[in-house]
Nanobody, 117 residues
Framework: QVYLVESGGGLVQFGGSLTLVCTAS????????MGWHRQAPGKRRESVAN???????NYADSVKGRFTISRDNALNTVSLEMNNLNPEDTGIYFC???????????WGQGTQVTVSP
């Protein structure tokens, strides 16, 4: 069983920055896509950013230009650098990792990000 553990969440003021890091418990597993979702209070979980093993990145429109996703395939980590944060970014951020063969998906337990006005 592979576990994903997030770190780096917290409370930040409007316009501030945070970096989230997600680490997989097994460095030997080769993940295809890794990324981040978030869930704001009372809202559905939404995709924030993802990155393929080969380096292709995708971002939600709401975070383009402010968030940067990166990953280290050797260490099996995925990071999310978040700049110019606003209260709409508040929520629980979950990292995930996909394997295509065998098909499987793993999720972290989530880390809280709170942006004060």
């Amino acid at each position: 069983q592979v576990y994903l553990v997030e770190s780096g969440g917290g409370l930040v003021q409007f316009g501030g920055s945070l970096t989230l890091v997600c680490t997989a418990s097994d460095r030997n597993v080769k993940f295809d896509n890794m990324g981040w979702h978030r869930q704001a209070p009372g809202k559905r979980r939404e995709s924030v950013a993802n990155m393929s093993r080969g380096g292709m990145r995708n971002y939600a429109d709401s975070v383009k230009g402010r968030f940067t996703i990166s990953r280290d395939n050797a260490l099996n980590t995925v990071s999310l650098e978040m700049n110019n944060l606003n209260p709409e970014d508040t929520g629980i951020y979950f990292c995930y990792a996909d394997r295509w063969a065998p098909e499987s998906q793993y999720w972290g337990q989530g880390t809280q990000v709170t942006v004060s006005p």
